[in-house]
T-cell receptor, first 116, second 111 residues
């Protein structure tokens, strides 16, 4: 069964450093998403991406964040200058383009980001 | 977005049927009801979705009354591996729409 993969599984970084989280969405999916979940809290939407551009983003997704699809398979989330409060589990998800129907999103296993 | 309310936690025993109810009083005409499951340290996983009446798949059933102001996820004969957090989401299901997760219901299945 096709699945979303994410690397690394755990990233430890120093405050102020840049990190890039990588995702490989399911191959025939065209919508990509990033969510995050701070330990013990809700899953929060960050951004959605379609046709090589951001289609929607939340208030969390400020200028420190960026997303990119550098090639035909990877989808990345970059945090330019990490803060302590960026420590969280980051989930990538993807979905098919199906209108007015089940928009099931397939989530990856997550990358645990720890900012020291 | 319709606000959802569901119990914070539930306990059950192996082999029992578990029903988790979600309230969504201000659901809009175009909104669907979707349930996701999340195991510890994993991403959420789609379980079931419905618009009205009853939907059943190999994992669960979803009961939605005529007024659609609530819904009930039913898990038949749970096992220990069903211990997880279950999220009720209400919204437009068009592709690309963000998912808005609430706090979910933490289900603990005991032996």
């Amino acid at each position: 069964e096709p699945e979303v993969t994410q690397t690394p599984s755990h990233q430890v970084t120093q405050m102020g450093q840049e990190v890039i989280l990588r995702c490989v969405p399911i191959s025939n999916h065209l919508y990509f998403y990033w969510y995050r979940q701070i330990l013990g809290q809700k899953v929060e939407f960050l951004v959605s991406f379609y046709n090589n551009e951001i289609s929607e983003k939340s208030e969390i997704f400020d200028d420190q964040f960026s997303v990119e699809r550098p090639d035909g398979s990877n989808f990345t989330l970059k945090i330019r200058s990490t803060k302590l409060e960026d420590s969280a589990m980051y989930f990538c998800a993807s979905s098919e383009v199906v209108w007015e129907s089940n928009n099931e999103q397939f989530f990856g296993p997550g990358t645990r980001l720890t900012v020291l | 977005l319709a606000k959802t309310t569901q119990p914070i936690s539930m306990d059950s025993y192996e082999g029992q049927e578990v029903n988790i109810t979600c309230s969504h009083n201000n659901i809009a005409t175009n909104d669907y009801i979707t349930w996701y499951q999340q195991f510890p340290s994993q991403g959420p996983r789609f379980i079931i979705q419905g618009y009205k009446t009853k939907v059943t798949n190999e994992v669960a059933s979803l009961f939605i009354p005529a007024d659609r102001k609530s819904s009930t996820l039913s898990l038949p004969r749970v096992s220990l591996s069903d211990t997880a957090v279950y999220y009720c989401l209400v919204g437009d299901v068009n592709a690309g729409n963000m998912l808005t997760f609430g706090g979910g219901t933490r289900l603990m299945v005991k032996p």
